[in-house]
């Protein structure tokens, strides 16, 4: 969008980051000045934004890939709660400041979800797999369940960067009875540079390497 019927997009740009922020928040009355600002807010502090995320997920590194998918969250997230920022300053730098730390606490918490999401789905892939007895009693259930996904971690290891993230964000964004929605296939083929046909291959091929490992392991175990 090169302008707005509002305010031209250079007149934006001379906006304070706090009126950025104003307008972003004025998005359910005025949509079209709202993207204006936060295409400019996003000029702004989206370079930041992408450092901060990448060290928010540097210990959590499931798959390459998810300091992109905090960076977008946390970016719509700030859009779409602009409202919700507070800070008494007036100063331009204090007030980027403390935006910065309002952000990487939105960062924090959306990899935090994205980290809750996956180790939900990935109880979803041990039962796909299927070594889970349903039979085991409760008491033996709970010990069953820690030694499976521990068995399925370990399988998942033999897994390079590229399949693992494939294979845990494809469980990641599945839906029973559902086809994966075009925006989170557009988004997953985006994360690692493939085609849609290429993401199933790896996907089918990634979840093959995985049962055949976690069959040797089972096997290891069931000699000891």
Known sequence: MEG???LPVEDMRKES???LMDFMAKKPQESEIAQLAFRVFYERLAAKLKTACLSVCNHNRIYDGLDEIVFNNT?????NHAGQFFTESKDEDEVILNLRKWLFGIAKNEMLTELKKIKLNQLILVND???YESEQKDDESVIGECAEMSILNQALEILDEKEKGILLMCYQYMEEGSKMPSDIVDRICKVFGVTDANRRQIKTRALKKVKAQILYLQSKMAVK
């Open 17 to 19: 980051t706090l009126s």
């Open 75 to 79: 970016m719509i997230k700030a859009f």
């Open 4 to 6: 707005s019927s509002f």
């Open 129 to 131: 797999i299927g070594i």
